[in-house]
């Protein structure tokens, strides 16, 4: 029976602290990897396992085409290959491409063994201080000024009748613009935080009401990869 492992990888590049040594473990039973970007997988790779030769192994990118993917991804387990599956930070399927393949793996009755390491969502919430028991990961909100207006809206209000964290991202260059949003919108007392460069030297996590982040001047969150946590 084949085995698939869902191999986390690191948020910030080079910084390897915060990864298990078993993992290595993982990758090293692996002949097939499907993943979201393989130049910087097997950069990845080589930096766990410097040995590694690379060129020993099938390589598979996850791109748009999803059934043609799982055409192969099918192949693989039949063939009883153990698969490694990597996305581009974080955990696979967590905000990032993995999904379909695990499902796709389950269906061929496949063992499907999610492995520990670092997820940029769940840290944030972690340090954020806001409610742990009851949150919701949505992802990015609209690019448009009125839709992203609205969904912050939609948020807070749903925060607040549940008591739930709201827990949300954006592309990094237009982080700073859905930071105006947040202090345009949302009540002076709900919280916010911040959680930019999670793992990486340059970390930074502030949790604030909106009215304290509206008297000083943020920091510039332009291409930082950031983390939004709401609580009304």
């Not at 153990?82 to 974080?90: F, K, V």
């Not at 409610?131 to 607040?160: H, I, M």
């Not at 949300?168 to 930071?179: A, D, G, H, K, S």
């Not at 502030?206 to 001047?217: C, D, H, I, K, M």
Request: proline residues 7%; aromatic residues 8%; hydrophobic residues 40%.
């Amino acid at each position: 029976m084949s085995t698939v492992y869902l191999i986390p990888c690191w948020l910030d590049e080079q910084v390897t602290a915060p990864l298990p040594a078993y993992l290595l473990d993982a990758v090293k039973q692996c002949s097939v990897f499907f993943v979201e970007n393989e130049r910087s997988a097997r950069r990845y790779l080589k930096a766990l396992w410097k040995e590694m030769v690379i060129d020993d192994y099938e390589w598979y990118p996850i791109h748009k085409a999803e059934e043609e993917v799982k055409v192969v991804f099918n192949a693989a387990l039949r063939a009883g290959h153990t698969i490694g599956l990597i996305s581009e930070a974080g955990c696979p399927g967590i905000a990032d491409p993995g999904q379909i393949l695990t499902e796709a793996a389950h269906q061929a009755g496949a063992i499907v063994r999610p492995l520990v390491g670092p997820s940029s969502i769940l840290l944030a919430l972690m340090a954020s201080g806001l409610n742990g028991q009851q949150f919701r990961f949505s992802g990015y909100l609209p690019v448009d000024s009125a839709g992203r207006t609205k969904a912050l809206k939609d948020l807070e209000a749903e925060s607040q009748r549940l008591h739930c964290t709201q827990i949300f991202i954006e592309t990094p260059y237009r982080n700073n613009q859905l930071l105006a949003s947040i202090l345009a919108t949302c009540r002076p007392a709900t919280r916010l935080c911040v959680a930019a460069n999670l793992t990486g030297p340059a970390e930074y996590i502030r949790t604030l009401s909106v009215g304290e982040w509206r008297q000083a001047p943020p920091p510039d969150f332009n291409k930082q990869p950031t983390i939004f946590c709401l609580l009304a």
